[in-house]
């Protein structure tokens, strides 16, 4: 897998400080209109995820007011395959369980389950910011999304009570 960028003390992409990891790849066709970020949709753009970029990701959640790692695109989703995102966001959750991990997909929760090795991936997350990005209800009042089609998704509790449930944990932030 590779990545675009990785960023450490991150106040934009969550709740307080967050290292988020913006992964390499899309393969949604078409891409969403008005993308942010269309060089990411190559997967080869960016450098390939090494062991020593997991580790320098696991020490920056190791500060005690890192919340929790943030996992956006390219498309988290289409990368999935290698193993590499699964075994990061299980070493997470095993070594920090306080920790959050949000992820960011243009795909819709309900398609997203559908897929073994997506859920699988899914049962580590705990807000799921689903849903193509829309340019027309393009909405930069809306906390952490781009248009108002777009859902912030308690993973967890939406895959127990198998419907949608909204993450409230935002830190008074609202939804």
Known sequence: MNYASIFFDDTVNGIGFRTSLFVSGCAKIPPCKGCWSPQARQFDYGVIFTK???NSIIESLKKPYVKGLSILGGEPMDNLEDGTLINLV????KMFP???IFCWSGYKFEDLIEDPIRLE???YIDMLRDGEFIEELKDITQYLSGSKNQRIIAVSESLKQNKIIVYNDLGGQEC
């Open 52 to 54: 020593d970029n997991k």
């Open 90 to 93: 299980k070493t997470i959750k």
């Open 98 to 100: 306080q920790k959050t």
């Open 121 to 123: 991936f899914l049962h």
